[in-house]
């Protein structure tokens, strides 16, 4: 009978589950009640995916995405001119992977979308010293 292959973890990598009970709850990371009225809204007044707007596609939006990702770059949470319509496959698929191309890449589809990149509106480009 065959067996479960062996999990490849690189070492130092932690098990699975690890990342999600050391992250926090979402209110501990800002997603409270303020959050969720601000991301009520801003579904409300642009329904669509930012995303697949761009590639001629309508899309009902799901979620509320900050085009820079606040974890790196604590002073946007709730910048909401970087806060973009979202549905789950675009915030899943092709915002992530244009968040591990890097900043560059981030200005670049902040363009696209019509946006000041980051630290072309008077806000810091580095994240807050400290983190």
């Given amino acids: 009978m065959p067996t479960k292959p062996k999990t490849l973890r690189p070492r130092g990598q932690p098990k699975a589950g690890q990342y ?9 990371r800002g997603y409270d009640r303020r959050w969720q009225a601000a991301r009520d809204a801003h579904l409300s007044a642009h329904p669509l995916c ?3 707007e761009l590639e001629k596609r309508v899309t ?7 085009l820079y990702p606040h974890r790196r770059f604590a002073n946007v949470f709730w910048r ?5 319509s979202s549905c789950e496959p675009c915030h899943s698929g092709f915002k992530q992977r244009i968040e591990g191309q890097g900043r560059r890449a981030l200005d670049a ?8 990149p980051l630290g072309g509106g008077g806000v810091e480009s580095r994240p807050p010293s400290g983190r």
Avoid: F, K
């Avoid at 909401?80 to 973009?84: S, Y």
């Avoid at 589809?109 to 000041?116: F, K, M």
């Fill in 20 to 28: 999600e009970r050391d992250r926090g709850s979402a209110a501990s």
């Fill in 50 to 52: 930012a995303y697949c």
């Fill in 60 to 66: 009902a939006a799901t979620l509320v995405d900050h």
């Fill in 80 to 84: 909401i001119e970087w806060w973009v």
């Fill in 109 to 116: 589809l902040a363009r696209l979308l019509g946006r000041t």
